[in-house]
């Protein structure tokens, strides 16, 4: 399975857009980005995912580079309550939903 | 309400005790999941199921057993083979494999 990098934490200001980048340089052709985020002490929250075109839902975008090897998660305006670990995961047929979560970003949205 | 329920949301057990996690998900999902999370980490997987009757063993399946008798209930149970049971427990489902996962909203597993 393709592994992730993830900077630890990020700050935001309220009402600003929170751009949280990943780097997936070993994905393959056929695995997808997934994003969650998670609550302290709550389960994680299914927010976005793609495999090669970006995509938009009510929640978030998720811009993905052509050569795959990156991609960003955008939070076009951030409230308090977006603060959270965002996690990156990348999965695909073989690997299924068994790709390990990795300790994520944590993001601080500041009033 | 459609979801995954995991129950209780605190267990306290003594030391060289077996302990049973629930998990219960009426979404008809055919995959679950059992995943441990250690303060400060990530999720790292236990075990994982794609289909009534069958399991797979994940990154850190020791000390650790499952059953998936029924489509919609997956327990976890925490021997006492498991060294460092104390964690944050979360269950999860999807239709399959490859589909976003939901969560439950974990046990706190403490043992003493």
């Known amino acids: 399975d393709a592994k992730t990098t993830q900077p630890t934490s990020m700050d935001c200001a309220e009402g600003r857009a929170a751009n949280l980048p990943c780097n997936h340089s070993t994905i393959s052709g056929n695995e997808y980005v997934y994003w969650y985020r998670q609550i302290h002490s709550q389960g994680p929250q299914y927010i976005i995912h793609g495999l090669k075109n970006n995509e938009t839902n009510e929640m978030a975008s998720l811009i993905i580079t052509e050569d795959r090897k990156s991609s960003t998660l955008i939070l076009p305006h951030a409230t308090l309550r977006d603060t959270a670990v965002y996690y990156c995961i990348v999965t695909g047929v073989a690997g299924g939903f068994k790709t390990i979560f990795g300790a994520g970003t944590r993001l601080f949205v500041k009033a | 309400d459609g979801g995954i329920t995991q129950s209780p949301k605190y267990l306290f057990r003594k030391e060289g005790q077996n302990v049973t996690l629930s998990c219960e998900q009426n979404?008809?999902?055919?995959?679950m999941y059992w995943y441990r999370q250690d303060p400060g980490q990530g999720l790292r997987l236990i075990y994982y199921?794609?289909?009534?009757?069958?399991?797979q063993k994940g990154d850190i399946a020791e000390g650790y057993s499952v059953s998936r008798e029924k489509k919609e209930s997956f327990p976890l149970t925490v021997t006492s083979a498991q060294k460092n049971p104390t964690a944050f427990y979360l269950c999860a489902s999807n239709p399959d494999m490859n589909t976003e996962a939901f969560f439950g909203q974990g046990t706190r597993l403490t043992v003493v």
């Open positions: 199921s794609q289909i009534v009757n069958d399991f």
């Open positions: 979404l008809n999902h055919d995959a």
